[in-house]
């Protein structure tokens, strides 16, 4: 099969499409013919050799990728016939394997797909839609509230944006850029572009703030709250974190919290996501690569050039 492979940590050229050896399932586990991989800021971390929180960066060579979707073309033993020609969307975890035509994984974690619902949708879901519902369950969005969400066009955080936006809340979407925010526009709520001097005064007070973002554009967030407000963090996509103090907090009586790092029912999430999605109620923004072009994916991820959701094509 053809997949791509990372022989050495380094920059995103270092990531070669080439032919390596069909996997084969085992006990309990199925083989997918992937038609959609997900693309993760994580990948782009492991790839030039930075750890992502306690997991060791993996021995080389691998195939990079934890989310696929497509068709069960051969199952392992122990594994009912039923299964066979099934669409189906997995997370492989840390043993990746996505980057390639074909992957592996055990039948018990391989949900079976909606039929109205797009491989790449499910991909974007199984990863970033179970992210976001980690993320809501923390916010417990009402309809009184006025929600800023950073990051507003990325996969997570548009996904926020719809959700706080259902709930019957004010939105506002921070994004980078005059075509990220119109993207977020385009979700039926109100967008800032913090590439913009002054961006937080269009931005107003609001009652909770949403951030995955970090550094100034978190500091920002966190100005942006009224008294009582509260700061949901769930990434550094600035790659530093929001600064703050005792004193930010007891000032207008904030409450901050980490959204992501507790322990969670990683299925059940899994199974919100693709059902909120199956059933209208979410949608995925989504920018597609070539499965031969997961350098560009990196390269577009890290540069900040993307919107939604990055998914490789086989």
Do not use: C
Not at 140 to 152: K, S
Not at 188 to 205: H, L, S
């Amino acid at each position: 099969m053809r997949a791509i492979r990372l022989h050495e940590f380094g920059p995103p050229a270092n990531l070669v499409y080439e032919e390596v050896d069909d996997p084969e399932p085992g006990p309990g586990q199925v083989r997918i013919a992937v038609s959609a991989a997900g693309v993760h800021f994580i990948d782009t971390a492991i790839r030039a050799g930075r750890r992502m929180g306690p997991m060791p960066l993996p021995d080389l060579p691998q195939i990079p990728g934890r989310e696929v979707a497509g068709t069960v073309d051969a199952l392992g033993p122990g594994v009912g016939d039923e299964w066979r020609g099934r669409r189906v969307v997995t997370h492989l975890g840390p043993a990746s394997g996505g980057y390639a035509a074909l992957a592996v994984q055990e039948v018990e974690a391989v949900h079976a797909l909606d039929d109205h619902l797009s491989d790449a949708a499910a991909v974007a879901m199984i990863g970033t839609g179970q992210t976001t519902m980690a993320i809501l369950d923390v916010a417990a969005l009402q309809r009184d509230d006025v929600a800023m969400v950073t990051a507003a066009a990325s996969g997570v955080g548009s996904l926020l944006v719809q959700a706080a936006r259902n709930a019957g809340a004010e939105v506002v979407g921070a994004a980078g850029g005059a075509e990220k925010a119109a993207r977020v526009r385009d979700l039926g709520v109100r967008a800032v572009d913090y590439a913009e001097p002054g961006w937080t005064e269009e931005v107003g007070k609001v009652t909770v703030a949403l951030d995955g973002v970090g550094g100034e554009i978190g500091r920002g967030a966190l100005e942006a709250l009224g008294v009582g407000g509260r700061l949901i963090l769930f990434g550094l996509a600035s790659g530093e974190p929001t600064p703050l103090s005792a004193g930010d907090l007891f000032r207008r009586g904030l409450t901050v919290s980490a959204a992501l790092g507790r322990v969670v029912d990683q299925r059940a999430l899994e199974v919100r996501a693709l059902a909120a999605a199956a059933g209208g109620e979410l949608a995925p923004l989504i920018t597609s690569f070539p499965l031969a072009q997961a350098a560009d994916a990196h390269a577009a991820i890290e540069s900040r050039a993307t919107i939604g959701k990055v998914v490789l094509v086989p």
